[in-house]
T-cell receptor, first 112, second 117 residues
Framework: DAKTTQPNSMESNEEEPVHLPCNHSTISGTDYIHWYRQLPSQGPEYVIHGLTSNVNNRMASLAIAEDRKSSTLILHRATLRDAAVYYC?????????????FGTGTRLKVLA | EAQVTQNPRYLITVTGKKLTVTCSQN?????MSWYRQDPGLGLRQIYY???????DKGDVPEGYKVSRKEKRNFPLILESPSPNQTSLYFC????????????????FGPGTRLTVL
């Protein structure tokens, strides 16, 4: 099963961009890269996903390396409400299985 | 309001006493899943279900059972709980995955904190 690795924690100043990295060197061709975040005392919530091309939505941007072995979640202007644990996930979709493999996540601290 | 609900939210029990954690979604989602979350280990998938009567193992299925008799419900059953099943449990649901290259967004419930003494 393909796995992801992320730094345990990162810090950012409020109003500044944040780049959260994720390594997934054993990714397969049909694995989508998803990002979720978990605010304190809540269940995870979807942030963004992609396959090969960079993606943008109202919450964030996702930059995917050309070889797909790594990706970066970009929060353009961090706010205090963005303080959470961010999970990089490979959505495995081969051989009829649809497992989700979560990494250990990066705890993002946002400093006022 | 579209949501995934779990009951109970908190449960303290003793080793060996069978319990069921219920999960229900009102979004008509085909896919449902159970996760456990432990410090330092992140979220790990226990079981998932592609549709009614279709279930499959995730990464850590040992000691758990599930059933999917109705589309909206996906209960997690611990036949003989042990202390190592003390954890925070999340249920999630998403729309049908249309083919190998399709993708989806999972909606998570609020979590059930289980303590097994």
């Amino acid at each position: 099963d393909a796995k992801t690795t992320q730094p345990n924690s990162m810090e950012s100043n409020e109003e500044e961009p944040v780049h959260l990295p994720c390594n997934h060197s054993t990714i397969s061709g049909t694995d989508y890269i998803h990002w979720y975040r978990q605010l304190p005392s809540q269940g995870p919530e979807y942030v963004i996903h992609g396959l090969t091309s960079n993606v943008n939505n109202r919450m964030a941007s996702l930059a995917i390396a050309e070889d797909r072995k790594s990706s970066t979640l970009i929060l353009h202007r961090a706010t205090l409400r963005d303080a959470a644990v961010y999970y990089c996930i490979l959505r495995e979709a081969t051989s009829g299985t649809y497992k989700y493999i979560f990494g250990t996540g990066t705890r993002l601290k946002v400093l006022a | 309001e579209a949501q995934v609900t779990q009951n109970p939210r908190y449960l303290i029990t003793v080793t060996g006493k069978k319990l069921t954690v219920t999960c229900s979604q009102n979004m008509n989602h085909e896919y449902m899943s159970w996760y456990r979350q432990d410090p330092g280990l992140g979220l790990r998938q226990i079981y998932y279900s592609m549709n009614v009567e279709v279930t499959d193992k995730g990464d850590v299925p040992e000691g758990y059972k599930v059933s999917r008799k109705e589309k909206r419900n996906f209960p997690l059953i611990l036949e003989s709980p042990s202390p190592n099943q003390t954890s925070l449990y999340f249920c999630a649901s998403s729309t049908r995955l249309a083919g190998v290259f399709a993708t989806d967004t999972q909606y998570f419930g609020p979590g059930t904190r289980l303590t097994v003494l």
